[in-house]
């Protein structure tokens, strides 16, 4: 199992240009799937182009199962990385059968090997028998599973997915996210997969990566991501949040939606509480500790987002409601709160 360690890397294009990465450092445990998250811009295909070679680094250093691929005065080529690439459209050779395509990278083995090994990784993405298609002839999902089986065949130490699934429709790519997790957990491979989708990134990847700026602002696992921002930013990137102004007391935070135990005893004295919309629970206007009008309702099927104005508070806030619908804009609500909140300074 093969360690990714990223230290200090920075990168600017040109002398007078700012940093798109700022003293980056990322640490990927071997066998793990770390997904980078971050929004357009922030510098995520910068810095996997660093990792596979494609691009120098100003300062800092990339080292795979303890090899130094980048650092000072280190600059190996791409092709001796050991890197395995998944582009963003599987960029299959199309004039190449799904056979002689994973097979590209297979040097130094002869032809039965060759053939053996092609029909294992065919079989690791769940598409064995399919060696004598053409490219053309695959949906955009099995292209994809390809695209994987052709970057894991060489047993690299390092898979680098650049956007995988975005030229995919909504309906395929929940189906081939998992294909491709699975396939990558059976081989045991090291995995980063860049993204700005945080639900792919949520429910993909065993870590997660938040990279704003140039930096990692937060690398945790997706729960405690999700559950325990680093702040209220990587709150609102990550998921809906709802923010509000807090005091605290006695390991509690006092707001307007009532008093909330904290997660964390200690911290500030004043700040922003963030809770998520699921916490939040519409009850009868008459009992609960706070109360405002429904402003907005949007249906999704599996839940609903209620937005309430309540009573005291500037900024609207938005409830998760399961089940059967019972309220409409313009009509009085309780608000109740479940478990407990994160305070932010
Ligand atoms: N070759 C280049 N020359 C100059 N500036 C560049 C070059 N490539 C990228 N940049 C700039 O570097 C910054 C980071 O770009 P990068 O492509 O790494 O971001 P990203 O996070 O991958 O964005 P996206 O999600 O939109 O693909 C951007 O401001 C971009 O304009």
Not at 147 to 157: D, E, F, V, Y
Not at 227 to 252: E, H, I, M, S, Y
Request: one cysteine or more; aromatic letters at 4%.
């Amino acid at each position: 199992m093969t360690e990714l360690r990223i230290e200090g890397l920075s990168k600017a294009y040109g002398p007078d240009a700012p940093n798109v990465l700022d003293g980056l450092d990322l640490t990927v445990p071997g066998g793990a799937l770390a997904a980078v998250l971050g929004p357009s811009g922030c510098g995520k295909t910068t810095l996997l182009r660093i990792i596979a070679g494609f691009l120098r680094a100003d300062a800092g250093s990339v080292t795979v199962g303890g090899r130094v691929l980048t650092g000072p005065g280190v600059h190996l080529p791409p092709e001796r990385r050991r890197i395995g690439i998944v582009p963003q459209e599987g960029a299959l050779f199309p004039h190449l059968s799904v056979e002689r395509n994973v097979a590209f990278g297979l040097t130094g083995l002869d032809r039965t090997a060759r053939r053996r090994r092609t029909e294992t990784m065919l079989d690791l993405v769940g598409l064995a028998g399919y060696g004598e298609r053409m490219p053309h002839e695959l949906s955009g999902g099995q292209q994809q599973r390809i695209s994987l089986a052709r970057a894991l065949a060489p047993q690299p130490a390092l898979v680098l997915l650049d956007e995988p699934f975005n030229a995919l429709d909504s309906a395929l790519r929940a189906g081939v996210r998992a294909d491709v997790r699975s396939a990558l957990r059976l081989s045991g491979a090291t995995a980063v997969l860049v993204t700005h989708d945080q639900q792919e990134a949520l429910s993909t990847a065993d870590l997660v990566a938040v990279v704003r700026d140039g930096c990692v602002v937060q690398c945790d696992t997706p729960q405690q991501v999700y559950q325990r921002p680093a702040d209220p930013w990587v709150a609102g990137f990550v998921g809906d949040a709802v923010l509000l102004p807090a005091t605290a007391d006695n390991g509690k935070a006092v707001t307007a939606l009532g008093t909330i135990p904290l997660m964390r005893g200690e911290g500030p004295a004043t700040g922003t509480v963030l809770l998520r919309p699921e916490q939040l629970q519409l009850t009868d206007a008459v009992s609960a500790a706070a109360g405002g009008t429904v402003t907005d309702v949007r249906y999704f099927g599996h839940d609903a987002m209620v937005t309430v104005a309540v009573d005291g508070l500037d900024e609207p806030v938005d409830v998760r409601a399961v089940g059967p619908l019972a309220v409409q804009p313009g009509q009085r609500t309780g608000i109740r709160v479940r478990g407990e909140a994160l305070l932010h300074a």
